[in-house]
């Protein structure tokens, strides 16, 4: 699966601040953690706030906070935030023969394992699965 770059952002932001429930995180931060336009950023984060997955907290000491529930918010549901959702393979057509009729009902099994997958791997999941690999890596 190839994510585009906002929805990379959407993910790395969503996880910062999940990481972090207590914390408020300016944009700057997450930008320069990830190394990602402050720009583009800056638009994730809006249409973050707009989905209700994170809160913009205005004035000094503000940025912004995980707003939705980390074990119901599924990667699904940010990848589809950016990416809508994931295209239906057509139905075959009589012509086709019977390998174009078998790879297609493979690739459809892929896809449905993909988004059964995404819907079942909440954001708290994968904060923790960050956390063992900081651990892992010596980094805290």
């Known amino acids: 699966m190839r994510l585009q ?3 990379l952002c959407g993910l790395y932001a969503v996880l910062e601040l999940a ?10 931060e997450i930008a320069a953690k990830y190394d990602v336009s402050l720009n583009h950023l ?3 984060l809006r249409d973050l706030v707009r989905a209700g997955l994170i809160e913009s907290v205005r004035g000094p000491g503000g940025g912004y906070h995980f707003a939705g529930n980390p074990r119901r918010v599924t990667l699904l549901d940010v990848i589809e935030l950016f990416e809508g959702p994931a295209p239906r393979r057509e139905d075959s057509r009589p012509d086709e023969s019977a390998e174009e009729r078998a790879l297609r009902r493979v690739l459809a099994d892929i ?3 993909e988004t059964a997958t995404l819907r079942s791997a909440s954001i708290t999941s994968l904060v923790r699965i960050v956390e063992a690999e900081r651990k892992k890596s010596g980094g805290g």
């Open 5 to 7: 770059k906002a929805t």
């Open 19 to 28: 990481s972090h429930p207590q914390a408020q995180i300016s944009a700057g």
């Open 42 to 44: 800056a638009k994730v």
């Open 111 to 113: 896809d449905d394992m």
